[in-house]
């Protein structure tokens, strides 16, 4: 009983929006429930929301998993960005694409005709992109020659092209069923960065997929929000005692 | 049940890695000062004081900031120009000001050549320049009181060293 509790209470955390699922009528004969397996493909409705009210940032990611047994997803991320990025003295574009290829393992234990997830992953992401400087002033704390700016440095825009990043993700989410079939996804990530071709005048402050990168660190953060619908292949009598 | 418990700890733990981040202010460096050191002339290994010494940058109505005006040094350290490849100073020895506010004292004019190279310090300091093939030039007047000038280094990447002798 306590078990439900809580994992009740972390689902109502997880998805306070969400008043209501329709769930199947559970009968005495529940044990003869069969559970869907299928394909889920969604997208990141937190990049298109960002992509429409900042003008320095495009991106979309498209996600999907597939069911491989009760608990165990296989899951992947696509996506593109483009952020400029405007620093005190300096501004930058990153434009690439991602992709990301995992697990899910839900942790969640649905009750009879519930398709909700609480889930950890794990990815493994690679990026592929390209950085512009656009231009930068040089820091200098000496205010002799330029009492009230800072001293032009260029402003003829310097291409870092073909430059990669791979990076290993841990993952906590939900995924609630809020109407048959069609599912609402929160996730935040925390990616360890372990290769990136960080060479040339300008480092790699940003990669798509993986986000802010900090100097001395090898962590980034980063989150979505999806929408995504199941595409049910086959059902699988689930067993009679979990 | 202690799976869930460990999934919000992971999370907890995952926050904290990121409260605070050292990346938004500039502490990995500055565009450097030339650093400079004044010799004497007779002995050539000696520190000597220039006896209150006025820098003024060519242009400028005021002098640089880097040191107390018309004070004895025997080591300044001067602003070079970050958006051109040469900068000019009048080196004044004997600085001191006239009845009518003019100056007085011996000037001589110093002009400093050299290529800029920008430099990405971090996310927080962005750019800055180091300079390279450092070369100076004295103009010639009647009473020249700098004899000698003596480039140490032609990179100036630190203000650690001094760059340039100047021997009176």
Redesign the interface.
């Given at each position: 009983m306590l078990k439900y509790f809580i994992n009740g209470f972390l689902y109502l955390v997880c998805t306070a929006a969400v008043a209501q699922t329709s769930n199947t009528l559970v009968t005495k004969n529940s044990e003869l429930y069969k559970d869907t397996y299928g394909i889920r493909l969604g997208v990141d409705l937190s990049r298109i929301i960002t992509s429409a009210l900042d003008d320095n940032y495009k991106g979309l990611e498209l996600v999907a998993d597939y069911r491989l047994s009760k608990n165990l997803y296989i899951a992947a991320e696509l996506g593109n960005e483009n952020k400029t990025k405007q620093e005190n003295l300096y501004n930058f574009n990153t434009q690439g694409s991602y992709l990301k290829i995992g697990i899910d393992k839900n942790t969640y234990a649905n009750w009879y005709g519930e398709q909700n997830a609480i889930y950890m992953g794990a990815r493994l992401g690679f990026s592929t992109f390209n950085n512009t400087l656009n231009n930068y002033q040089i820091f200098n704390t000496n205010r002799y020659w330029n009492p009230t700016s800072f001293a032009e440095g260029a402003n003829v825009a310097e291409e870092f092209n073909t430059r990669t990043a791979a990076w290993l993700e841990a993952i906590f989410g939900a995924k609630v069923a809020v109407l048959s079939n069609l599912y609402l996804g929160a996730s935040v990530r925390l990616g360890f960065l372990f290769t990136d071709t960080n060479k040339g005048s300008f480092p790699i402050l940003w990669i798509p997929g993986f986000n802010k990168v900090t100097s001395g660190s090898k962590f980034g953060v980063g989150y979505n929000y999806t929408l995504s619908y199941m595409i049910p292949i086959y059902k699988k009598d689930r067993k009679k005692k979990d | 049940?202690i799976?869930?418990i460990l999934?919000l700890l992971?999370?907890a733990i995952?926050f904290l890695?990121?409260s605070c981040?050292?990346?938004d202010i500039?502490v990995e460096g500055?565009?450097p000062?030339l650093v400079i050191a004044f010799y004497d002339m007779a002995a050539i290994e000696t520190l000597k004081d220039v006896p209150t010494l006025r820098v003024v940058?060519n242009g400028?109505l005021l002098p640089?900031?880097?040191f107390t005006d018309r004070t004895a040094l025997n080591t300044v350290s001067i602003?070079l120009?970050?958006?051109e490849d040469a900068?000019t100073f009048t080196f004044t020895n004997t600085s001191a000001a006239a009845e009518d506010g003019s100056e007085t004292g011996n000037a001589d004019v110093v002009t400093f050549a050299y290529d800029r190279e920008?430099?990405?310090?971090?996310?927080?300091?962005?750019?800055?320049?180091t300079y390279t093939n450092l070369a100076v030039s004295l103009e010639n007047d009647t009473d020249n009181w700098i004899k000698n000038i003596e480039v140490v280094t032609t990179t100036i990447e630190n203000q650690d060293t001094t760059h340039v002798k100047i021997f009176h």
């Open positions: - | 049940m799976k869930q999934s992971t999370m995952g890695f990121f981040e050292k990346d500039c500055d565009t000062l940058g400028k640089i900031t880097t602003p120009k970050t958006e900068t920008a430099d990405f310090k971090s996310r927080g300091c962005g750019f800055i320049i």
